[in-house]
């Protein structure tokens, strides 16, 4: 097999492209962005709107500064896995700059003075003790629309 160089392929990207469009629903068509250009929304939106710092150096730099604003984030891990600090540390961050956050919290885990003594500013924090994972979810659902900073939905230890 030959090895195709770049130039012909980077020369043929823009007849493939324009054929694909064409061939696709308007709905779709409308909807299309290149990679080059989701990047650059990308990087507005980052600037914009910066990521939330967890506190957490080592997830900080994994993660570019933070948590991502808007974004849907799964933090997974078993009892003892630091799931539990590293959610309240992301909460110290996010309420130390002034910013309110929301804790949707099903295994009803939060130590109101525990979570004070790391730095939670539990004036900016709204606390949700749902019954059951129906109303977490919708309580997470609708803190999202409300412009929290950070929504937290703890599930509990799995």
């Known amino acids: 097999m030959r090895a195709v160089p770049a130039h012909a392929i980077e020369s043929l990207e823009p007849v493939v492209l324009q054929r694909v469009r064409a061939a696709l629903p308007e709905e779709i068509r409308a909807r299309l962005r290149s990679a080059r250009e989701l990047d650059r929304t990308r990087r507005d939106e980052a600037e914009e709107h910066p990521p939330l710092a967890t506190a957490v150096p080592?997830?900080?730099l994994l993660l570019d500064g933070g948590l991502p604003r808007g974004h849907l984030v799964e933090l997974v891990g078993g009892r003892t896995s630091g799931r539990f600090s590293t959610l309240l540390a992301?909460?110290?961050?996010?309420?130390g700059t002034g910013e309110t956050a929301a804790l949707v919290d099903l295994g009803?885990?939060?130590d109101p003075a525990a979570a004070a003594a790391?730095?939670?500013d539990l004036e900016r924090l709204l606390w949700v003790r749902p019954g059951g994972l129906k109303e977490a979810m919708a309580g997470?659902?609708?803190?999202?629309?409300?412009?929290?900073?950070?929504?937290v939905l703890?599930?509990?230890?799995?």
């Open 58 to 60: 080592a997830l900080d």
């Open 90 to 95: 992301a909460l110290a961050a996010t309420t």
């Open 108 to 110: 009803d885990g939060l």
């Open 118 to 120: 790391l730095g939670v």
């Open 140 to 151: 997470a659902e609708m803190l999202i629309g409300a412009g929290f900073s950070l929504v």
């Open 154 to 158: 703890d599930l509990g230890a799995p």
